[in-house]
């Protein structure tokens, strides 16, 4: 079956403990990219990533990380995590980062930051 | 800055009759627009879409207008169902400048079908 995989769906952390979600997608797509939805804001890019090896910070990139070392797996990593990173993130992908495309996502990791 | 706007935060139709979903948008490089469906503690899945060069797209009960000179989009229901109560996000994608690559959405709007 065709997905997107996020690990884990929740999770509850103190300030500064750094940690990662990590984001899996098997349909081989080479664009992947991370959210956060906030009440009354929508969903705002932190991050994408056109292909391996090449990132570029979206709307709203201060306190994260990403790497992409394979066309698979996209984590999203939070450093040194502040209360302000409490959300619900969303990992998505499509085919490619050209706009005919659809963006598939994942179920969601609900963050909170204590 | 919000290059893309849902400026109704929430719509309540009856069951059968017609919901209409609007969106706004500033950047004339948009090239594709799509539109997003989100229930509870699930993630957003593609609804429908339509390219810049049309003016309509049509799946089922879903219909999206686009209105390039008024950079305005709708989606259209109809007709409604309760199952379709959810939350909707509009998004646009552009392939030149700083679109490239880009996903933007809007803040949504919750639709809500009663019986």
């Known amino acids: 079956e065709a997905q997107v995989t996020q690990n884990p769906r929740y999770l509850i952390t103190v300030t500064g403990k750094k940690l990662t979600v990590t984001c899996s997608q098997n349909m081989n797509h080479e664009y992947m990219s991370w959210y956060r939805q906030d009440p009354g804001l929508g969903l705002r890019q932190i991050y994408y990533s056109m292909n391996v090896e090449v990132t570029d910070k979206g709307d709203v990139p201060e306190g994260y990380k990403v790497s992409r070392k394979e066309k698979r797996n996209f984590p999203l990593i939070l450093e040194s995590p502040s209360p302000n990173q409490t959300s619900l993130y969303f990992c998505?992908?499509?085919?490619?980062?050209?706009?005919?495309?659809?963006?598939?996502f994942g179920q969601g990791t609900r963050l909170t930051v204590v | 800055d919000q290059q893309v706007k849902q400026n109704s935060p929430s719509l309540s139709v009856q069951e059968g009759r017609i919901s209409i979903l609007n969106c706004d948008y500033t950047n004339s490089m948009f090239d594709y627009f799509l539109w997003y469906k989100k229930y509870p503690a699930e993630g957003p899945t593609f609804l429908i879409s339509?390219?810049?060069?049309?003016d309509k797209n049509e799946d089922g009960r879903f219909t999206v207008f686009l209105n390039k000179s008024a950079k305005h989009l709708s989606l259209h229901i109809v007709p409604s169902q309760p199952g379709d109560s959810a939350v909707y996000f509009c998004?646009?994608?552009?392939?030149?400048?700083?679109?490239?690559?880009?996903?933007?959405f809007g803040r949504g709007t919750q639709l809500t079908v009663w019986p």
């Open positions: 339509i390219s810049s060069i049309k």
């Open positions: 998505a992908s499509s085919l490619s980062g050209q706009s005919n495309t659809e963006a598939f």
């Open positions: 998004a646009a994608r552009g392939d030149r400048g700083s679109t490239l690559g880009r996903l933007y």
